[in-house]
């Protein structure tokens, strides 16, 4: 077969970075020494070349999209030890995994006390979403609040709105840690009722409904942003202790048998 001349691969590459193709650049000649070993055909080697390309994209998109989510650390649904927290149903939150929720505009709730797993699951939820397509963002509550009311008299104050409506989740972490002022409870409804029915929330906090007036200050305001979370939303509640007070417990437990067990092997000196 005749190959290309060294002049005409500058001008393909240079094709190629005018494509914005750069993993068919990247890989070409390689999969084209493989395919003339195998073979193949020419319309086999353009498609494996773009099946290349069009990964490399994805994975590139997700990452991008993994950023913008702005999560605080990284975890996945993988390290999530489900056995040490029975109140929350694996078969669910694998279900929400799928992503089928933020197509039909529902929430997620997760109320539970401190460090029961609450924001672990919320941001494996969400990088969830991240690798299958969807615009995200993470939010500890009050960091929101504290932005909205910032950007209130200025420009910023769109352009920040215009963020969150392009959002197909939005994840409000920790509503509940420290109580809004009349102001950030008005901004927080604000933002509530502008996502209902357009864009899914994941809200996670550590106070049961009941307790949320001390947060949004008034009876009405709270009813109002309840009434629409709630509304088409699955709740899920991570009953019990702390996972760090569980995880030390187990460590704690591990040590004293291993040094039991070592104890034991240890040889017997006759006295
Ligand atoms: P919360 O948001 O409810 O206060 P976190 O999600 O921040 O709790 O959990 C506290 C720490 O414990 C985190 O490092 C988290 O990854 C870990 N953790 C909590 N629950 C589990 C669990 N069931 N399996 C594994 N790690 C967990
Ligand atoms: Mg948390």
Redesign the pocket.
Known sequence: MKTLEAKSLVLLRHHLKALRLPTVSAECEKVAAQAAADNADHLTYLLQLLELELLDREKRAAERRLKAARFPTIKTLDTFDFTARPSVNKMLISELARCEYIDKRENVLMIGN?GTG??HLATALAAAACHKGYRVRFFRTTELVTALIEARDERTFLRLKGQLAKLDLLVL??LGYVPASKVGAELLFDVISTAYERTSLIV?SNLPFESWTEVLGSERLTGATLDRLTHRCRIIETRGESYRLIDAKTRSRRSAERKSGQALDEPQVAK
Do not use: A, F, V, W
């Open positions: 401190p609450k924001s972490d920790e996670t």
